[in-house]
């Protein structure tokens, strides 16, 4: 009965650990440099197999000293896109994922009131779903966390920049972005829990008949 136990217990904690491993948080602090201005990223950022590209080439941060970094926290060094209605989108290199959360602020500190940012995302199936999430303005810019609904089994998910009164005046709708939680899709990330229970299935079997026989 002892080795049953063990066996189910080495079962779960496998199975646990496989849906650990399975989410990925892209965050972007390793791009921090001092300064108090901006400073270009490029065309592209990747981790962890997802990439996060810029259609216009101009993704930024905000640099270490500088007073639109989110919370003023270097850990929270945040990616925006430069220009006004230019679209940033996140893949997993041809395959498909889900997106679970996404950390949002204002691009800008020293703003009032909400603002809206809308995310797309297309399906392996060609089929769109889309979801909106309602910024809070606010000094220092605080990074804010969202829930995807139903964002599975995504070819790509893209969001377009907002637009403010002047890049270096009043916050209207821009913002930046941080803590982009991914993984695969479903198909994918089910698989290898499965093997490991028909794994465990057939230990558990060999342990209960060596408890019978014996």
């Not at 972007?28 to 259609?55: D, E, M, R």
């Not at 926290?73 to 041809?94: I, K, P, Q, R, Y």
């Not at 403010?164 to 479903?186: E, I, K, M, R």
Request: charge should be negative; include cysteine.
């Amino acid at each position: 009965m002892r080795s049953f136990k063990r066996a189910a217990l080495a079962v779960f904690f496998s199975f646990c650990l496989v849906q650990i491993a399975a989410a990925t948080t892209l965050s972007f602090a390793a791009l921090s440099k001092a300064g108090n201005t901006y400073s270009a990223v490029g065309a592209s950022v990747s981790q962890g197999g997802f990439t996060v590209t810029s259609a216009d080439s101009s993704l930024y941060v905000w640099e270490a000293s500088s007073v639109n970094l989110p919370g003023l926290n270097v850990s929270n060094t945040s990616l925006f896109e430069f220009f006004a209605g230019g679209t940033d989108t996140v893949s997993n290199g041809g395959s498909a994922f889900t997106a679970s959360s996404i950390d949002l602020a204002p691009v800008l500190a020293g703003g009032s009131g909400t603002f809206t940012v809308n995310f797309s995302g297309t399906r392996a199936d060609s089929t769109i779903v889309t979801q909106s999430f309602l910024v809070n303005d606010g000094t220092p810019a605080e990074l804010q966390t969202f829930d995807f609904t139903n964002f599975t089994n995504l070819v790509s998910l893209s969001f377009s920049q907002g637009t403010n009164a002047g890049f270096f005046a009043a916050q209207d709708t821009a913002y930046q972005f941080d803590f982009l939680v991914v993984s695969p899709a479903a198909a994918s990330a089910t698989a290898e829990p499965t093997a490991v229970w028909l794994a465990a299935a057939g230990l558990l079997v060999v342990v209960a008949r060596k408890r019978v026989v014996g």
